[in-house]
């Protein structure tokens, strides 16, 4: 066990604000799975508590704890609904998540509450991964659960999502999608590619961009988003002529820069805790 003292981070609102699911809290203490190792984290007077063999450089990429935040805020900081988020979840960074395990965790996160989606991925993972600890595992690489059984699928109640993710998992077993690539492409043509995978629209392929592919312009735009923009922003000339979903995606980019995902979950995570707050 030891002690980080990163700038300017805050566990609880990174790990609870939803863009993660495979970690849990008990009390001061947050537990997850990330890659083969089982890591136990908490948060004394700003210090980083680590339990893990993990060094300190992979806490430092995880995080992402080298991000400017400071510049980061001034970027994003375009109205009194941001600055609001921001004053009121200052620390909360962005995760760089497995890209694999992120694919297929926001796959099955279609029409479904956290508590849901974080249930489907322990269910894929105790009857497909291995076992780390007691009641721990890690998530199954493509190749296993290309060729996972129909039977043990229907065990973890992935409903609808089945096939989805089974062509997906064999579209990256095979080489047909090369998930490194997507890291190369520009922002357009990587979302693009993740599209062509069967069940991935517009707001799951932005998730796993930002949350996976280092695509700090990806937008999604969820429920919560566009009663958001709907409320606070639908007088935007830009919805003159155009109020779909992807349409807001644009609208993020276009008024928050170039770091508009962070942005986006500022607002999400106000949004989920608060519902529509007052500005004035």
Not at 110 to 123: G, V
């Amino acid at each position: 066990m030891y002690r980080l003292n990163p700038e300017l981070f805050d566990l609880n609102y990174t790990l609870d604000c939803g863009q993660v699911f495979r970690w849990k809290r008990d009390g001061d203490w947050w537990t997850g799975v990330v890659g083969d190792q089982v890591i136990r984290l908490s948060q004394d007077s700003g210090e980083l508590v680590v339990d893990s063999e993990l060094l300190p450089d992979f806490f430092t990429h995880y995080f992402r704890l080298n991000d400017d935040l400071p510049s980061i805020y001034e970027s994003i900081n375009r109205d009194l609904l941001i600055d609001r988020a921001i004053c009121e979840y200052r620390g909360l960074r962005l995760i760089r998540q497995d890209p694999w395990e992120c694919l297929i965790s926001y796959m099955l996160a279609t029409a479904s509450s956290i508590p849901t989606i974080q249930k489907r991925i322990y269910l894929l993972s105790q009857f497909l991964g291995e076992e780390l600890e007691p009641g721990y595992f890690s998530f199954p690489d493509p190749e296993t659960l290309a060729n996972a059984d129909p039977s043990t699928l229907e065990k973890c109640k992935l409903g609808f999502r089945t096939r989805n993710i089974k062509a997906a998992a064999e579209e990256v077993a095979s080489g047909e999608l090369e998930l490194d690539v997507l890291f190369r492409l520009e922002y357009r043509y990587a979302r693009e590619r993740l599209m062509r995978l069967r069940g991935i629209g517009e707001k799951v392929a932005d998730c796993v961009l930002l949350f996976a592919f280092e695509k700090m312009e990806a937008f999604p735009v969820d429920t919560h988003i566009r009663q958001i923009i709907q409320h606070y922003h639908i007088d935007d000339e830009f919805f003159e002529t155009c109020t779909s979903m992807s349409c807001m995606g644009d609208w993020g980019r276009e008024y928050f820069g170039s770091y508009c995902g962070y942005a986006q979950q500022y607002l999400y995570y106000q949004k989920r805790v608060e519902g529509f707050v007052n500005l004035y």
